[in-house]
T-cell receptor, first 111, second 117 residues
């Protein structure tokens, strides 16, 4: 257990539905990262926060994706109008200056 | 832009024999380099990291890696494989601390390790 939790662990949804994932980082960590991992690939960077500020978004993050980190604590990642191509593992990482700690991930399946 | 290339998508070894996982990197700066392991249905775990100190880095579970700037390589080794080493391994690059983008990790495609009895 790294101290980073994600909820839910699994989500099955129908195409066109909206989904929201939550990440609870290690409390003293200022930086929080989101990654996406598709089958057979390494995780890919999506976005990150320094406290409550979202400092960078990948080109992978289309307009259907939005992320927030209110008050610099937990973070949410929402996907609107899901598509089958959104099926993946969504990983959250909480970062100290020396190491990133990954949560267990949320596995999304879009039918 | 920075990137990593893992030269083998699958490696099969016998229990008790050495393991070698190859990784080459590309970076505009002196990078931080990492190896992560991912067991089935489990989260990513840091094996070891290089952050411009000693070029030979020792990690958990008997793994080590050597940073070779001239070859832009960061290969992972273990003298004797154990059945519990069967997993997927990722070579990862990041900018050094102190740069604005430190902490943003660029993963390789992964190497699946199979250990046979």
């Amino acid at each position: 257990d790294t101290g980073v939790s994600q909820d839910p662990r699994h989500k099955i949804t129908k195409r066109g539905q909206n989904v929201t994932f939550r990440c609870d980082p290690i409390s003293e960590h200022n930086r929080l990262y989101w990654y996406r991992q598709t089958l057979g690939q390494g995780p890919e960077f999506l976005t990150y926060f320094q406290n409550e500020a979202q400092l960078e978004k990948s080109r992978l993050l289309s307009d259907r994706f939005s992320a927030e980190r209110p008050k610099g604590s937990f973070s949410t990642l929402e996907i609107q109008r899901t598509e089958q191509g959104d099926s993946a593992m969504y990983l959250c990482a909480s970062s100290s200056p020396y190491e990133q700690f990954f949560g267990p991930g949320t596995r999304l399946t879009v039918l | 832009a920075q990137s990593v290339t893992q030269l083998d998508s699958h490696v099969s070894v016998s229990e008790g024999t050495p393991v070698l996982l190859r990784c080459n990197y590309s970076s505009s700066y002196s990078p931080s380099l990492f190896w992560y392991v991912q067991h089935p249905n489990k989260g990513l775990q840091l094996l070891l990291k290089y952050t411009s100190a000693a070029t030979l880095v020792k990690g958990i579970n008997g793994f080590e890696a050597e940073f070779k700037k001239s070859e832009t390589s960061f290969h992972l080794t273990k003298p004797s494989a154990h059945m519990s080493d069967a997993a997927e391994y990722f070579c990862v690059v990041s900018d050094l601390r102190g740069t604005d983008s430190w902490g943003k990790l660029q993963f390789g495609a992964g190497t699946q390790v199979v250990v046979t009895p």
